[in-house]
């Protein structure tokens, strides 16, 4: 029998942990011929995770160049995906959420008149600015693809409303929760000592990101200086931040942080001590759109410091609250959490709409049927 060519494309270390499940799924199943290629958007984030999975990838495009724009990645990837497609000719390209990789790969296989899977499809903010590129990149990618895994019924509403068929579009859940299973350990030990001092019983630690572009300047330092004053009224609070490697985002975090003994500035952490660090955290305030997923599956809460959000399910399911990124509305929703238990349990409790750990499952089963 003639196996399914499924070839993956991604890029960055995010979808390399939604994608990795995926992988790791076909790579058991007999009809299915897993092909793997990376434009290494980013470099060395997405080696960790290849490392923590045990991928390896049959085609690397290496692109990554520091301070590179938005239409170098795109040129770049978009020429070297060309060449794996004509040599590869998969029956089918999948690509995985809102980066400069996913459209580029939907674009090449287009081009090839390839069949287009797009993992984590029908997110939606609303303003093609926010997140940027990424609301782009999910919508023209969804105008060119023949498989829309939706992670969730709101996902598969947004795709009806644009127009999308019907049978063209699979709930799944999200790959993110599958991804946790391979990461969380009981009894895990972190290799930066300050992680495993942390008294995460007695005290409340805060986990901190940041590094949205629509965030960096004064969005960004009301958000600092709303941390800076929750770590001075509550005694029993510290902050890890682990911070992006963005220089706008550093010189903005060490001006106004400064030398708070409270506020620890970390470097970026792989995924593995990434997530076993949330799991061990009181709450998470973040601008990321993952963290949004995969904290809630660890029982803790999403204060999201931007304008908007693609993932709405977590604020519905009360998940996750849109705090915005103006100072006295980010000091007052952490300060509820901190001060009031009731509020904290509601969010903690609350049921995580973002499935449950077999969305690549789901996945490859369509792949299969389909094909």
Known sequence: MKKIKVMTVFGTRPEGIKMAPIIKVMEKEEKIENIVC?????????????????????????????????????????????????????????????????????????????????????LRSGNLYSPYPEEANRKLTGIMTDFHFAPTEESRKNLLREGYPEEKIFITGNTVIDALKYAIKEDYSFQLPLLNKLDYENNKVILLTSHRRENIGKPMENIFNAINDIVEKHQDVEVVFPIHLNPKVREIAYGVFKDNPKVHIIEPLDYEPFTNLMSKVHIVVTDS??????????????LVIREETERPEGIEAGTAKLVGTNYENVFKEIDILLSNSEEYKKMANAVNPYGDGKAAERIVDVIINSL
């Open 38 to 122: 990376i434009t290494a958007q980013h470099r060395e984030m997405l080696d960790q995770v290849l490392n923590l999975f045990d991928i390896e990838p049959d085609y690397d495009l290496n692109i990554f160049k520091p301070g590179q724009s938005l239409t170098e990645i795109t040129i770049r990837a978009l020429k070297g995906l060309e060449e794996v497609i004509q040599k590869v000719k998969p029956d089918l390209l999948l690509v995985q959420g809102d980066t400069t990789t996913v459209f580029s790969g939907a674009l090449a296989a287009f081009y090839q008149k390839v069949k287009i899977g797009h993992v984590e499809a029908g």
């Open 289 to 302: 759109g993952g963290l949004q997923e995969e904290a809630p599956s660890l029982g803790k809460p999403v």
